[in-house]
T-cell receptor, first 111, second 113 residues
Framework: KNQVEQSPQSLIILEGKNCTLQ??????????LRWYKQDTGRGPVSLTIMTFSENTKSNGRYTATLDADTKQSSLHITASQLSDSASYIC??????????FGAGTILRVKS | NAGVTQTPKFQVLKTGQSMTLQCAQDMNHEYMSWYRQDPGMGLRLIHYSVGAGITDQGEVPNGYNVSRSTTEDFPLRLLSAAPSQTSVYFCASSYSDETGELFFGEGSRLTVL
């Protein structure tokens, strides 16, 4: 069964600290993987896309990694800010354009 | 560009009532879709459309209807609302390419009493 599992479910960190969010998937055949950020009361917004051949991609303080062999991705946030408080959703696209969504990780950054 | 616009943002219905959630996009996207988001669960696809005049069912289509008469608009109709349809609904659109970044609306929070 095609699934996307995210961990942890929720996370609280102090402003300025780093954190890493995990995404494990069983989707096959794999096309690409996106991380979305969803602020409270808003729609998700894409942060980055990872394709099969990419290991690491950065978008400002956000760095995504992909290990296609173990079917794992991570999103690392450096020097967290209060505005990073949000839900982060991992979405895997299967060839044939089916999307499989993770349940998300809720991040809260405290001052 | 306004992107994807959803209305209303909030709605309270009684069981058995019907209503339409509106969705419009101004990016000339061929692909449009409706999702529902419930606590602790990933976004679930209700219905989608790959172009004007073409719609198809997603993962959880029961109790919902859609139509796509223009490229811009993709309304979602609840035929006879049930408490199980209490949720936050998101409309999304994208180009029909393999990268497929979804552009989401702000969401519509629906409560069915």
């Amino acid at each position: 069964k095609n699934q996307v599992e995210q961990s942890p479910q929720s996370l609280i960190i102090l402003e300025g600290k780093n954190c890493t969010l995990q995404c494990n998937y069983t989707v096959s055949p794999f096309s690409n993987l996106r991380w979305y950020k969803q602020d409270t009361g808003r729609g998700p917004v894409s942060l980055t896309i990872m394709t099969f051949s990419e290991n690491t991609k950065s978008n400002g303080r956000y760095t995504a990694t992909l290990d296609a062999d173990t079917k794992q991705s991570s999103l690392h946030i450096t020097a967290s800010q209060l505005s990073d408080s949000a839900s982060y959703i991992c979405v895997v696209r299967q060839y044939g354009n089916k999307l499989v969504f993770g349940a998300g990780t809720i991040l809260r950054v405290k001052s | 560009n306004a992107g994807v616009t959803q209305t209303p943002k909030f709605q309270v219905l009684k069981t058995g009532q019907s209503m339409t959630l509106q969705c419009a996009q101004d990016m000339n996207h061929e692909y449009m879709s409706w999702y529902r988001q419930d606590p602790g669960m990933g976004l679930r696809l209700i219905h989608y459309s790959v172009g004007a005049g073409i719609t198809d069912q997603g993962e959880v289509p029961n109790g919902y209807n859609v139509s796509r008469s223009t490229t811009e608009d993709f309304p979602l109709r609840l035929l006879s609302a049930a408490p199980s349809q209490t949720s936050v609904y998101f409309c999304a659109s994208s180009y029909s390419d393999e990268t497929g970044e979804l552009f989401f609306g702000e969401g519509s929070r629906l409560t069915v009493l």
